[in-house]
């Protein structure tokens, strides 16, 4: 992905805490979501291209891009750079307490646009075809058990991703099919949208159904994952931060 020097900086550890990552602690510790990222996240699913939102970076203009399909046969996301190798005793650290039905979904990556600038601002898996009205915190099974923080923020060590938890037992079984799985799927996708759309993320199935995954390429840095529910109060999408607090 194309990034602002100030953003590639980050890129080499984690996000500096400056003023503005402090007052979110603060705002996460009494149990209350930043209006800066509420808003940011209404904004999206209502005014999606052309949206003009703002970090401490200044403004920049987002677009949404369908990336493609990703398959839940379980139903549990594992929130993971999936090209990286992992232990099944990590599992309960990037499993999501939350399932959805088990189902193939669309992603989505909505990229932020400043002068010549582009990154990855927001990536999104949607479960239904309906607006989100509500937004609450996507928490780990770990931090669902033991955090008393109603909003909990996850490391991302230059990228982060989406799996099934099926598929996370079977890559920590056997990891080098698992690699083979993931050349397989994503390494044509990732290219593509490299030179497309300046992203480097992708979504996808293995011709054979037996792998799939999501990949995001990001800043390393903290950030927060959001469940989006409908006005039935029905979860509609899992939304990912990469923006608000960069």
């Not at 932020?112 to 582009?118: F, L, T």
């Not at 992708?202 to 800043?219: M, Q």
């Amino acid at each position: 992905a194309v990034v602002s020097g100030k953003a590639i900086q980050l890129q080499c550890g984690l996000m500096p805490r400056n003023r503005k990552s402090i007052m979110t602690e603060q705002y996460h510790e009494k149990g209350l979501m930043d209006m800066d990222a509420r808003n940011n996240l209404e904004i999206i699913h209502t005014a999606v291209d052309g949206a003009i939102l703002r970090n401490r970076y200044g403004r920049a203009v987002i677009r949404q891009h369908d990336i493609g399909l990703i398959s839940l046969p379980t139903g549990e996301i594992v929130m993971a750079d999936p090209s990286l190798r992992h232990d099944i005793a990590d599992f309960k650290r990037v499993a999501l307490h939350q399932k959805v039905s088990p189902g193939i979904y669309p992603v989505f990556a909505y990229s932020a646009h400043s002068g010549d600038d582009c990154s990855l601002a927001f990536a999104e898996i949607c479960f239904a075809d309906q607006q989100p009205v509500d937004f609450i915190a996507a928490k780990t099974i770990l931090d669902a058990e033991q955090s008393s923080r109603r909003y909990c923020g996850y490391v991302a060590n230059g990228a982060t991703g989406c799996t099934d938890a099926r598929f996370f037992k079977d890559a920590c079984i056997h990891p080098k099919s698992s690699e083979w799985n993931y050349d397989l799927t994503l390494d044509d996708a990732l290219s593509e949208n490299r030179e497309q759309l300046g992203l480097s993320c992708a979504a996808g199935i293995s011709p054979n159904g037996d792998y799939s995954a999501a990949i995001f390429t990001v800043p390393s840095g903290v950030y927060y994952w959001y469940w989006g529910k409908d006005k039935k109060g029905d979860i509609c999408c899992l939304t990912a931060d990469f923006f608000t607090y960069l």
